[in-house]
């Protein structure tokens, strides 16, 4: 058993990236190779832990990887053109993926963990959810598709497991009606919760959430993240929390990650958001949050992942650049838990 | 900032837009869901007016029912203080002429198979401009220019660009037709912080620069307190508060403002969001009665059986409630 100290899920130096074309399949032809074929990174050496019971929180504008990264820890990137290229990703001490590993078709070290150990919730759950389902038969699919689970759990005890579930996510008053319907049938807020419900059924440690809010209203916005947290609390659910609300991010998150360009770029504990966050682009994106004082946004744009240099890559955007920075930045420990990837920063 | 003495360029009264429900080709409607239920609103020139509520609580309808995008089923508009004549036949062109609007999915609302050029061009062709190719060029590159994009963007197509880019190529579109209102929905949801900051920061130079008034529909409470100066609340096809910025954002008056304001996070702040409980009611419960009550936690006998009236304070605040906080 992993002692306190372990985290859940580790991951180091993470690349992923996509083909530039499709890999041909050895099949009827025995002749077609696999060609070599030229990949793009996305995700450049990215590391971080994830402990158990802890809230980590993803930042960054679009285009910056987030959402990428997650579904690479879900074993989920988009095929054929996706690529693990290289790092490694450890659960629980156990390694998930290394490269000798190698591509993914054959084998997949997710098959375990997928749902049972690690869940996901998406942003949109009304193109998430099956339009042409009731949600019953939904939650139900979510036993077929577990070898682990589905052949231990009779259907009474699933059918009560189901129910618990909805109970749990503040759904118990209306739970025979939610069963019944379809999703275009219930309100966003409720959707969300069938989603965060689904995810939740097989007991899973890891919850990703990327960015499970930005389609709802403040309200219900507020009611899902007290969702979440009493889940965290209650359940010592650990939760990867991916938005671009830093606002947001301040009252839930343990620690936060700052992702620009494909590059994790600064890492700290939420308390340091306030006043102790370093790097440029950190301080950039606070500064563009609306509120009292007016917003200053930051000038220019996200490169794109053809764009991408050796150097660091907020460069033509940074008011505190120089010539150093053409040279990709080393790891800083400013303090044991802030990590930040800088030049200017000492 | 000129003074609030200015006439209003468009005002509302008991403005109503009702959707027909259960009507087919042969059927008539067996009832109407009034997604905006007697609104008054003023707009200003050169300021912007915020329009905030929850998902479903009319305030999109509200912004095309201006641009006459949903026809209106009733009320009053004036623009400049006379009235215009909402019967006429080609009414909504009339409207169009004063009245433009951006919409939140920049994506769609532009057509992928023009180019930028003919994107901008067209809008002055259905207002009928009449000029030489040389001059309506000239127009679009201006257009272009004041948004902060160049004339390299001529000839590309919508996919080229960037969302905040395209989100200015919209804006672009409306400049040249010189609304005097721009209605804006949720045109900042769909974008990153710092790009939807860029974004604002054209908008409100736009405002002063050319006079325009804006009506700004979001949900978002927080872009609203540095941006307009005016805002209305919206719930269930009501306003139910309205006022100056400041004075409704730092002293609420609707229970249902001091909620919108609890469940927005805020950066610094010590205490978490606090939810609204429960979920917005559905239209058949609508009456004359106060139709927050049932999500209300200052709710009294009182607001189960006694009609609602406008109360005005001295701040200009308007707001429909029995029992007010103080």
Request: net charge positive.
């Amino acid at each position: 058993m992993p002692g306190p100290n372990f985290p859940l899920l580790e991951i180091k130096d993470l690349s992923l990236g996509f083909a530039l074309t499709a890999q041909t399949r050895p099949g009827f032809f025995k002749f077609t190779q696999q060609k070599t074929t030229p990949t793009l990174s996305i995700i450049e050496g990215v590391s971080f832990s994830i402990h158990a019971g802890e809230w980590y929180g993803l930042v960054g504008e679009s285009g910056c990887g987030k959402s990428i990264t997650a579904l690479g820890l879900m074993g989920l990137m988009p095929m054929p053109y996706g690529r693990y290229i290289s790092g490694s990703i450890n659960y629980q001490g156990q390694t998930v993926w290394n490269p000798e590993l190698g591509g993914l078709r054959q084998h997949d070290p997710w098959q375990q963990l997928r749902g049972q150990e690690i869940a996901m919730i998406f942003q949109e759950p009304m193109s998430a959810l099956n339009p042409l389902y009731t949600l019953k038969k939904q939650l139900e699919e979510c036993f077929t598709y577990n070898r682990l689970s589905s052949g231990v759990l009779s259907a009474p005890e699933k059918k009560d497991r189901i129910e618990e579930v909805l109970v749990r996510v503040g759904l118990g008053s209306v739970l025979k009606r939610v069963l019944k319907s379809y999703p275009h049938e219930l309100s966003g807020g409720m959707q969300q919760r069938v989603m965060i419900a689904l995810a939740l059924l097989l007991k899973p440690k890891l919850l990703i959430a990327d960015e499970p809010t930005t389609a709802l209203d403040v309200t219900i916005q507020a009611q899902i993240m007290e969702l979440l947290k009493s889940l965290q609390e209650q359940e010592k659910l650990s939760l990867l929390f991916i938005t671009h609300n830093l606002a947001l991010m301040s009252h839930y998150a343990d620690k936060v990650g700052v992702m620009y360009a494909g590059r994790l770029v600064e890492e700290f504990p939420v308390a340091f958001l306030a006043g102790r966050a370093r790097h440029p682009y950190t301080c950039g994106l606070l500064k563009a949050m609306p509120g009292k004082g007016g917003s200053q946004p930051i000038p220019g744009r996200v490169p794109s992942p053809q764009t991408y240099t050796q150097g660091c890559r907020f460069l033509p955007r940074c008011t505190q650049g120089s010539e150093t920075c053409h040279v990709h930045p080393s790891e800083k420990q400013l303090t044991p838990t802030h990590r930040i990837f800088c030049h200017a920063i000492h | 900032m000129p003074s609030t003495d200015f006439d209003p360029v468009l005002s509302l009264r008991n403005w109503r837009v009702c959707y027909p429900l259960g009507k087919g080709l042969w059927k008539k409607a067996r009832s109407f869901l009034p997604a905006v239920d007697g609104v008054d609103l003023d707009l200003y020139p050169g300021r912007i007016h915020a329009l905030v509520g929850e998902s479903g609580c009319g305030k999109s309808t509200l912004g095309s029912s201006l641009v006459g995008l949903t026809p209106w089923s009733g009320g009053d508009l004036f623009i400049q203080g006379k009235a215009f004549d909402l019967t006429s036949k080609n009414a909504p062109d009339l409207l169009r002429q004063t009245v433009q609007m951006i919409f939140q999915d920049s994506w769609s609302s532009l057509n992928p198979r023009q180019t930028v050029f003919e994107l901008l061009a067209e809008p002055l062709a259905v207002h009928g401009f009449k000029g030489q190719n040389g001059a309506l060029k000239e127009l679009v590159v201006q257009a272009l220019e004041s948004v902060g994009l160049d004339s390299s963007a001529l000839n590309r197509f919508p996919h080229a660009f960037s969302g905040g880019q395209r989100q200015r190529i919209c804006i672009a579109r409306v400049l040249n037709l010189k609304p005097r209102v721009l209605v804006c929905d949720e045109i900042v949801s769909a974008l990153d912080i710092s790009v939807g900051a860029q974004i604002l920061e054209l908008l409100r130079s736009l405002t002063s620069q050319h006079q325009m008034s804006i009506l700004f529909i979001t949900h978002d409470l927080a872009t609203v307190e540095n941006l307009a100066s005016e805002i209305s609340v919206a719930y269930m096809g009501k306003i139910v508060e309205s006022g100056p910025v400041e004075k409704v954002m730092s002293k609420p008056c609707h229970p249902y403002t001091q909620a919108l304001l609890n469940a927005m996070p805020r950066m610094g702040s010590q205490i978490r969001p606090i939810p609204l409980s429960g979920e917005i009611p559905t239209w058949e419960e609508c009456d004359d009665l106060c139709r927050f009550r049932k999500r209300c936690p200052q709710v009294q006998n009182n607001c189960h059986q006694v009609a609602l009236a406008c109360t005005s304070l001295e701040s200009k605040q308007n707001f429909y409630c029995h029992f007010p906080l103080s």
